[in-house]
Nanobody, 120 residues
Framework: QVQLVESGGGLVQPGGSLRLSCAAS????????MAWYRQAPGKQRELVAV???????NYGDSVKGRFTISGDNAKNTVYLQMNSLKPEDTAVYYC??????????????WGQGTQVTVSS
């Protein structure tokens, strides 16, 4: 069984920074990529950033230039450095592991989510 555990959320003032972490545990042969999504109240879940094995990254338009996704492949861990945070960044942030190859085959997995609140 693969589990994703997120950490690093919390309350921050506008203009501040936070760093989210997501670690995948369990028997894992390989992971094709890892991503961060977010969902604000009353809104659809949206892509924040994605990192594909091999080094390719992509970002949602609203976070380009402010957020950076990075990873430690050896630890099956992905990070999201969030700078210049705005109130509209307030949401539950979810970690997504793409194409996880384990004994069960190849599947995608989701974390439980971590709350990020940007407010003065």
């Amino acid at each position: 069984q693969v589990q994703l555990v997120e950490s690093g959320g919390g309350l921050v003032q506008p203009g501040g920074s936070l760093r989210l972490s997501c670690a995948a545990s369990g028997t894992i042969f390989s992971i094709n990529g890892m991503a961060w999504y977010r969902q604000a109240p009353g809104k659809q879940r949206e892509l924040v950033a994605v990192s594909i094995r091999g080094g390719s990254t992509n970002y949602g338009d609203s976070v380009k230039g402010r957020f950076t996704i990075s990873g430690d492949n050896a630890k099956n861990t992905v990070y999201l450095q969030m700078n210049s945070l705005k109130p509209e960044d307030t949401a539950v942030y979810y970690c997504n592991a793409l194409g996880v190859h384990n004994w069960e085959g190849i599947m995608d997995y989701w974390g439980q989510g971590t709350q990020v609140t940007v407010s003065s």
